[in-house]
């Protein structure tokens, strides 16, 4: 099970994420887009991913991953349920998303830090 804490504590490691709190809702974000947001409850976490990839996503394991909501499907977004996925699995998932929204410049600096 993932907490907030967890991506918490991932997701300061990523270049250029700041956290915010909006609405009463844990929002991750670079500039001024969101690559992760967890509902009030903090039952379910929103994340960037490919328009084109998420129905797939769902339908291989809906027990983790479902739709975003009416208003959100044009964005490239899915929803997880942190209780379904461990902390590996988190943070591929928030990398991913991280990736999909920082500029190219950063994301190649940050793969090149990550290389043994």
Known sequence: ????????????????TSEHLIRDRVKFRIGK???????RD????GLA???EEREALVAAEPEKFLMPGESDLRFNWVVVRPAAIDVTE???LV?????MCVPKKVRREQELAARP
């Open 33 to 39: 887009i969101v690559y992760v947001a967890f509902s």
């Open 49 to 51: 991913f490919p328009k």
């Open 90 to 92: 988190m943070r591929e």
């Open 42 to 45: 903090e039952t379910l976490m």
């Open 95 to 99: 990398l991913e998303a991280w990736r």
């Open 1 to 16: 099970m993932v907490t907030v804490e967890d991506v918490r504590q991932f997701a300061r490691t990523l270049p250029r």
